[in-house]
């Protein structure tokens, strides 16, 4: 789902990814493959135009740009694969 925000609402449980920040993940969106290597817990603590990956309020992980439309920066939308993968 894209909210009217542009940000991405996955069906991926939040509880799937440790929030720790010592374990390291990566993130992709669509076939471009675009990195998302940042957890936070609110929008705010994003730089400009840096992506970043956080619990929603239904429990699912959004992906999103602090104060910018991800999906249409980015050209993705309902549907666009997400990868989520814990590394080493």
């Known amino acids: 789902h894209v909210d009217r925000f542009g940000n991405l609402i996955t069906d991926i449980p939040a509880g799937w990814l440790p929030e720790t920040p010592f374990q390291p993940f990566r993130a992709t969106v669509g076939s ?3 990195p998302i290597t940042r957890r936070v817990t609110h929008y705010c603590e ?25 999906a249409k920066l980015w050209k993705v939308g ?11």
């Open 46 to 70: 994003l730089a400009a135009g840096e992506p970043g990956i956080l619990a929603g309020s239904l429990g699912t992980l959004e992906i999103s740009l602090d104060g910018a439309d991800l």
């Open 78 to 88: 309902r549907g666009a694969l997400v990868r989520v993968a814990l590394t080493l």
């Open 32 to 34: 471009a493959s675009r």
